[in-house]
Each structure stands twice: as C-alpha cells, then as structure tokens.
C-alpha cells in the first residue's frame, strides 16, 4: 500500500467513529464505498469482510466510551434483537457467495436510498412518546434487525446504517438509545460473519501483497482503520453531547442518501 492509501485509510478511521459515535451507523456505510475506491479490483466479499470487521471493532470502542455516559436500555430488547441481526447476518452472509458483485452493489445502493428517505420522512421523537417494550415490540424489533442484518451480510454495510433508521421506528427506543443499541447489535451480530470470513480460504489480491490477511479479512487495513478511530473517539463522544436530536437525524439521512449516489456512480458510470 501507498503513503496515499495509509493517508486515506487514517481519514477513514476518524470518520467512522464520528459516524458511529453520532448516529449509530457503525461505519461500514463509508469504509464499502472508500475502499472499493481504494481498491477497486479486489472482490467485494474481501470489501464486505474487512469493513465488517473494521465496524465491530469501533463498535466495542464505542460501548465501552458509551457505559461512561451511563445510558440505560432493555437489555431483554437488545438480546432478542441481536438474535434476530445474528439470524439475517448469516443468511446474508452466505448469498453473499452466490449473488453477482452487481447485484450486491445493488442491494447497497436501494438500501441507502430508501432508509434515507425513511429517515427524512420520520417524525421526531421524544421521551414521552416512548413506550414500554412489550412481547409485540420485541417480535417487531427482531424481524426489524434479521432484515438489517440479512443487508449487513451481503454487503458488509455492517448493519448499523440499516438498522439506526429501521430502530428509531420502534416506539420502546428513544433517540439516544439508538447509537446504544445499534453498536450492541452490530458487535454481537457480526460475530458470526466473522468467523465464516476467517474461515474461508482466498488468494492475497496484487493490491494487497505484502499485507496481513486471514481468510477474507485483511487486518493490516483494520488496524489502520482502528486505531485512528481510537484515537478520535474522546472528541466523537464529546461532539455526540453537542448535537440535537432533530439535526442528528436529518445529517444522517443526507449522508446515507450522499453514500448511496456516490457508489451508483462509481459502480456504472466510471
């Protein structure tokens, strides 16, 4: 790799954990698009593999930073919303292996565009509109998180960009739940795809020679990624205290809609 591709990855890491951090969406949702950019003849599953990985581990960052600021949830909720993640994941995370690069990047960009216009069109929440979470909230939550962790797997968004808009819908979560739970269920809810990746043997691409790489995972690229986004998660978490609910949504919704053009573009007009 080049002094550029550090650079860029460094950059990388910063802005995934302010994006995590803010609203939930684990990073993925950027680290596919940069490095197909970076990368642009590598598979899609060695892509979908080291964003997942970079995305559970600015999760783990981000929880630990996250007990600090003492945020309760259900923790019921969460479990069973993390089966229901875990369950999509690895289905997706097996068609992954079988769609064409096409269809994946298909999947992502209509994915996008459709949680960004969900969020834009969601009506604002607040505390007294919150209930609590009963049986029939938690079988919702759980088809809701199998649904964005069956995207998750196929395109190694990572879950969070999917399932921050599709959570926020559920009228047990207030607003600055949202980031809680959604980086609970994208650590639990990757593990499984995470395994399978190392698992599963694949020639080191030109691109890559000379890195560390287990199975589909490329971990000199996670390191990279990680540790600059360690280094940023302070101020991230500093920054989260600062913003409003009402302006985290709308940011959130232009970035999906943003990401989702710009991958269009680079999948069939360059």
């Not at 995934?16 to 596919?32: E, K, P």
């Not at 964005?148 to 607003?175: R, Y």
């Not at 949202?178 to 499984?192: E, K, R, S």
Request: aromatic share 10%; hydrophobic share 50%.
């Amino acid at each position: 790799m080049t002094i550029t591709m550090i650079s860029v990855l460094m950059l990388s890491g910063i802005m995934t954990n302010i994006v995590s951090a803010l609203f939930g969406i684990g990073g993925g949702v950027l680290m596919v698009p940069i490095l197909r950019t970076l990368f642009p003849n590598i598979p899609m599953q060695i892509i979908a593999a080291t964003s997942l990985t970079i995305v559970m581990s600015t999760s783990l960052i981000n929880l630990i930073l996250f007990r600090r600021q003492h945020i309760s949830i259900n923790i019921k909720s969460m479990l069973l919303w993390s089966i229901g993640m875990i369950i999509g994941v690895q289905l997706g995370f097996e068609l992954s292996f079988i769609l064409a690069e096409t269809g994946i990047v298909s999947i992502f960009v209509i994915t996008l565009i459709l949680l960004a216009l969900k969020t834009f069109l969601s009506k604002r929440k607040n505390y007294e509109n919150t209930q609590k979470a009963d049986k029939k909230e938690h079988f919702t939550g759980m088809l809701v998180c199998a649904f964005g962790g069956f995207i998750a797997g196929i395109t190694g968004i990572g879950g969070g960009s999917i399932m921050a808009p599709l959570v926020n819908q559920l009228k047990s979560v207030q607003t600055k739940q949202i980031a809680v739970y959604t980086n609970y269920m994208m650590f639990i809810g990757g593990l499984g795809s995470l395994i399978g990746y190392i698992s599963r043997q694949v020639d080191l691409p030109k691109e890559l020679s000379g890195s560390w790489q287990i199975g589909y995972v490329n971990f000199t690229i996670v390191a990279i990624v990680v540790s600059t986004s360690f280094a940023m998660s302070f101020f991230s978490m500093k920054l989260r205290g600062k913003l409003s609910s009402q302006v985290t949504t709308r940011l959130l919704a232009w970035i999906l809609l943003m990401i989702a053009s710009y991958m269009a573009i680079l999948q069939w007009y360059s």
